[in-house]
């Protein structure tokens, strides 16, 4: 069957990457990218939609008829304690918008995101399991873990064959992160290049999971096409690439620009920081559907130095 392939979210830090790898998968005619601001350009067929908007929504499920929806749209973790009313509403009404009109035009297969904020300060920090206690802290991750289990309920329910991997911080160079905790792994790059000074919002020995967008994006679009069997986890799957501190990171750069100097000022995001995991045992998606994650702290930096100076 040809598919159909609709992005939501699409001019986001993961949407920017998914939608350029799904099109040479799929072909460019058939993936649609959507989101609430439109972009100046596209190679893809482009929808401007609010995921509050149930009629605009209808009409693109309408007009393009998706078999396949990735929907990306959400506020994360720290622009949402800015705004936690705002957050609640766009992740959750977003979420059942988009699910209802997936089931109302019969889409085939549906991916949805979490994320380890869904994790909070009980839950075991180092090589968190799948199944973990949770207790988040923050909007974001209040919202990804009802989230997930309205995915198991979807599924079950409705037989809505939707699927999800909880991201951890995402590295990427095409576009810049925005409004998240993690957000400081890419600021980085773009400032040290320019000016050859970053001044980080977290602290030097802050440890988190992140993981370099192609990991990422392999693993959003592998899950969606590995057979229904294969998913048995329906909430939604750990998956890891690799953990570092700021710290870390810097003396990693400092490799590539040795004149790059750094200094910490704390801000509210470091409180966020400390109540996520500093290391994600995947096992269970590697068992599942054969995750496996590629891309180490030193080849990230390389690769993102690489394509950042690129002439
Ligand atoms: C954030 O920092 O909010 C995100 C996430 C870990 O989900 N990058």
């Known amino acids: 069957m040809k598919e159909k392939v609709l992005v939501i979210g699409a001019m986001g830090q993961v949407g920017t990457d998914l939608v350029n790898k799904l099109a040479s998968i799929y072909g460019t005619s058939n993936v649609i990218a959507s989101d609430i601001k439109s972009p100046q350009k596209s190679n893809t067929f482009f929808e401007t939609m609010d995921v509050l908007d149930k009629n605009?929504?209808?009409?693109?499920?309408?007009?393009?008829k998706p078999t396949m929806v990735y929907h990306l749209a959400a506020m994360l973790s720290a622009t949402a304690e800015k705004y936690p009313?705002?957050?609640?509403e766009l992740n959750m009404q977003g979420q059942f918008n988009i699910f209802d009109a997936c089931l109302d035009h019969q889409v085939d297969r549906l991916f949805w995101p979490s994320s380890i904020a869904v994790f909070g300060p009980n839950t075991p920090k180092i090589l968190t399991p799948q199944n973990a206690y949770c207790d988040p802290t923050t909007i974001y991750g209040i919202s990804k873990l009802a989230g997930e289990q309205y995915c198991n309920y979807y599924y079950k329910r409705y037989n809505l064959d939707v699927r999800s991997i909880r991201y951890p911080g995402l590295i990427s160079?095409?576009?810049?992160?925005?409004?998240g905790t993690t957000d400081y792994a890419v600021e980085v790059f773009s400032e040290i290049i320019k000016t050859k000074s970053y001044s980080c919002f977290l602290k030097p020995d802050t440890m988190l999971p992140m993981m370099y967008m192609d990991d990422a994006i392999r693993a959003t679009i592998e899950i969606?096409?590995?057979?229904?069997?294969?998913?048995k986890e329906r909430t939604s799957y750990n998956i890891a690439g690799f953990s570092f501190t700021p710290k870390q990171l810097f003396d990693e750069i400092a490799l590539h620009e040795p004149a790059a100097e750094f200094d910490y000022q704390t801000d509210e995001r470091q409180q966020i920081a400390d109540s996520w995991p500093k290391s994600i045992d995947d096992k269970v998606a590697r068992n599942d559907w054969s995750w496996h994650h590629q891309f180490s702290l030193s080849k990230m930096v390389s690769n993102m130095f690489e394509n950042l100076t690129k002439p």
């Open 173 to 179: 160079w095409k576009a810049q992160a925005g409004g």
């Open 224 to 231: 969606l096409e590995a057979p229904s069997v294969k998913i």
């Open 56 to 64: 605009a929504i209808k009409d693109v499920f309408t007009r393009h």
């Open 85 to 88: 009313k705002k957050a609640w």
